[in-house]
Nanobody, 114 residues
C-alpha cells in the first residue's frame, strides 16, 4: 500500500522558518506533478505549491517569495521550505500528487504563534 508521510512541522514564531518533507513509500512521484496543500482551522484544503516533473513550480499568491518547493525523485521526497512564516500559515500541511492523487497522509501540523 502506497503511503505518504509528511514531517517537519512544529511551533514557530512569526518570521521563523520550517522545512517540511514528504516521503512516498515507493517511486510514485516520478513523472507526476506533486503539490503541498494545507488546511487551517475551519477552512477547506488549499494548494500551497506544486512542482512538475521538470521542476517547474507554481505557488499560492500569499506564499510567493516565502515558500520554495523542491523534489528529489531518487529519494521519493518532496520538500517545502517555508520562510518568513506568518500566523495565517498555521495549518496542517499535506502532500500529494497533483494529478491522480493518492490516499492522503496524516499531514504535519504547522503552528505560527508568538
Amino acid at each position: 500500500q502506497v503511503q505518504l508521510v509528511e514531517s517537519g512541522g512544529g511551533l514557530v514564531q512569526p518570521g521563523g522558518s520550517l522545512r517540511l518533507s514528504c516521503v512516498a513509500s515507493s517511486g510514485i512521484f516520478f513523472g507526476y506533478p506533486v503539490a503541498w496543500y494545507r488546511q487551517g482551522p475551519g477552512t477547506q484544503r488549499e494548494m500551497v505549491a506544486r512542482i512538475g516533473p521538470t521542476t517547474t513550480t507554481r505557488y499560492l499568491d500569499s506564499v510567493k517569495g516565502r515558500f520554495t518547493i523542491s523534489r528529489d525523485d531518487a529519494r521519493n521526497t518532496v520538500y517545502l521550505q517555508m520562510n518568513s512564516l506568518k500566523p495565517e500559515d498555521t495549518a496542517v500541511y499535506y502532500c500529494n500528487r497533483f494529478i491522480s492523487p493518492l490516499d492522503w497522509g496524516q499531514g504535519t501540523q504547522v503552528t505560527v504563534s508568538p
